[in-house]
């Protein structure tokens, strides 16, 4: 069985902590090379180099303008008016999609308000 030295500790093997592998110092010197080639070997109508290139492309988001509704208007017809500019093409599926969970939200958050108010008014009339 081998004795540990001063010399001879585990943690004193291997490269020092934070230093790059070789792997990781290739790639810092070749690496702007290697996506060069990608992009040509893409552009010139290699289509493996093209997804390739293409899955670190970002995707863009859809921007529409923004969705204004009648603040007197009821919870459900905004929400017809939220389905109708889905239908027409004014806003995106997502979009209206997140509109309609929103609204869910809300109508939550007004039942908890109207039963804070409920207990309320029940418990100032026992007093």
Same mark, same amino acid.
Do not use: C, H, W
């Given at each position: ?8 500790? @585990?943690?004193?093997?291997?490269? *020092? ?9 290739? $790639?810092?010197?070749? %690496? +702007? ?32 303008? @923004?969705?204004?509704?009648?603040? *007197? ?9 939220? $389905?109708?500019?889905? %239908? +027409? ?39």
């Amino acid at each position: 069985m081998a004795k540990f030295t001063t010399d001879n500790q @585990p943690e004193n093997r291997g490269r *020092k902590v934070g230093s790059p592998n070789k792997r990781t110092q290739k $790639f810092r010197q070749q %690496g +702007n090379k290697l996506l060069d080639n990608l992009m040509d070997s893409a552009l010139e109508g290699d289509y493996d180099a093209a997804r390739l290139v293409l899955q670190f492309v970002p995707k863009p988001k859809s921007t529409f303008p @923004p969705v204004t509704f009648e603040t *007197k208007a009821t919870l459900t017809d905004t929400a017809k008016s939220v $389905f109708g500019a889905v %239908g +027409n093409g004014s806003i995106a599926p997502d979009v209206g999609s997140q509109l309609i969970q929103a609204l869910g939200g809300l109508t939550k958050i007004i039942e908890l308000d109207e039963l804070q108010e409920r207990l309320e008014r029940l418990e100032n009339a026992a007093n």
